[in-house]
């Protein structure tokens, strides 16, 4: 589960474990106050599975990882615009064309 890193406008900075899939808080759980959450370096190391088998030869290796590099081009692209709903779309979106390939 990634830590997230929030700002609290009272406290200052926190870091508070979320699932990927849940809402930022808006609140901060100290004092009520305002938070905004800042996009954390963890969230960027989320790796999923290769979808290489064993039995792919060198060629359908490297066509393989040049689609994968593309795809996860992409879900980085969202990541980078801080909108971790749709990297989360992108994300999925692209395990299920890797697994098409
Ligand atoms: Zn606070």
Excluded: H
């Excluded at 900075?13 to 370096?41: H, N, W, Y």
């Excluded at 999923?48 to 994968?68: H, I, M, P």
């Excluded at 692209?77 to 692209?94: H, I, N, P, R």
């Amino acid at each position: 589960m990634p830590v997230y890193d929030y700002r609290c406008e009272n406290c200052g900075c926190f870091e508070k474990m979320q699932k990927i899939t849940e809402d930022a808080l808006s609140e901060c759980p100290s004092c009520g106050g305002k938070v905004q959450r800042l996009i954390s370096k963890n969230v960027a190391i989320v790796f999923k599975g290769s979808g290489f088998y064993a039995t792919d030869n060198q060629q359908q290796l490297k066509n393989k990882a040049r689609a994968v590099n593309k795809e996860r081009q992409k879900d980085n692209e969202a990541l980078l615009d801080g909108d971790v709903k749709s990297f989360v779309k992108q994300s999925d979106s692209s395990d299920k064309k890797i697994a098409e390939a």
